[in-house]
């Protein structure tokens, strides 16, 4: 059986996300997500889902540091769409709510009946974390955001559902192994990540990312990260469609390398459906 590492607690959308990709697998909800990456360099656990980013609230804090001193590889992603109830004790109601709890990203994504409410709000490590924590609590002055799954696992009523701010609200999962897979070319989409730093030298960041333009690979993502204390080094961690093995990619992969210092793989894998999808 395979054992899936996730940051979370059970009714979590990570341990959803795990489930919707391996039915049937064993979990090894982590308090961090260091340590979900942790259990599969030690070997405790198979793989680990980990949320990338999501599209109301953007970037998940923290993972992007992690990724690149893991020595995992990204094998597959996977596009979970979000929602949100609001739940609180069984004899709890809307009017009873004088505070809220969920994950900070939770929070972000529900702004509007927060606002409506007029509610405080506290930060939980998860959203399933913060069903529990009402749950144990038993006042119906605290309600949590949390996946529909969690008010029946953690025994509480669902006071409000769907109360994401956009019913399109969707997260990235990413799922990172031991081994790295570089899967054949079948002209199927493909997705590659990597991590690159630039050379010291004027228009270097510009340069690097020359090449993916004269070679007609699609740039999807790029994000920057500063890499200790001082401000003179910059990491950058783009996604491209394509396979390194189709002679564009490595073309453009080649100007890449030229310019920079340092070149990182995270992983080639499978574009999943939601791309070709969004992009209907």
């Known amino acids: 059986m395979v054992t899936i590492a996730y940051q979370g607690e059970p009714g979590s959308n990570s341990a959803a996300a795990a489930h919707d990709l391996y039915p049937g697998s064993r979990d090894l909800p982590c308090t961090t997500f260091e340590q979900a990456l942790e259990a599969v360099t ?10 990338m980013d999501n599209s109301a609230a953007g970037r998940v804090a923290d993972v992007h540091h992690l990724l690149p001193d893991s020595g995992l590889s990204i094998i597959a992603e996977y596009f979970l769409p979000i929602r949100f109830d609001l739940m609180g004790v069984p004899d709890g109601s ?16 529900c702004r509007k009946i927060i606002r409506e409410g007029g509610w405080q709000t506290l930060v939980s490590d998860d959203t399933a974390g ?4 009402v749950a144990e609590l038993g006042d119906p002055r605290h309600a949590a955001l949390a996946p529909p799954g969690a008010a029946a696992l953690y025994g509480l009523r669902v006071l409000a ?9 969707t997260t990235r999962f990413v799922v990172l192994a031991r081994d790295a897979q570089l899967p054949v070319v079948t002209g199927e989409p493909m997705m590659t990540s990597l991590f690159f730093s630039v050379r010291n030298i004027p228009s270097a960041l510009y340069k690097a990312l020359g090449g993916f333009s004269s070679n007609a690979v699609n740039l999807t993502k790029i994000e920057s990260y500063q890499v200790g204390a001082g401000l003179a080094a910059s990491r950058f961690y ?3 469609e394509g396979h390194p093995d189709e002679k564009r990619v490595a ?3 080649e100007e890449l390398r030229f310019f920079s210092s340092e070149v990182r793989f995270m992983g080639v894998y499978p574009g999943h459906p939601h791309r070709t999808a969004e992009g209907a």
């Open 251 to 253: 073309l453009a992969l």
């Open 94 to 109: 809307l009017e009873d709510v004088e505070c809220v709890r969920s994950h900070v990203h939770a929070l972000g994504q």
């Open 161 to 169: 559902s769907g109360v994401e701010d956009t019913h399109d609200n």
């Open 238 to 240: 783009i996604e491209i």
């Open 42 to 51: 030690l070997g405790t656990a198979d793989l680990a889902v980990i949320p």
């Open 130 to 133: 913060a069903a529990r924590e």
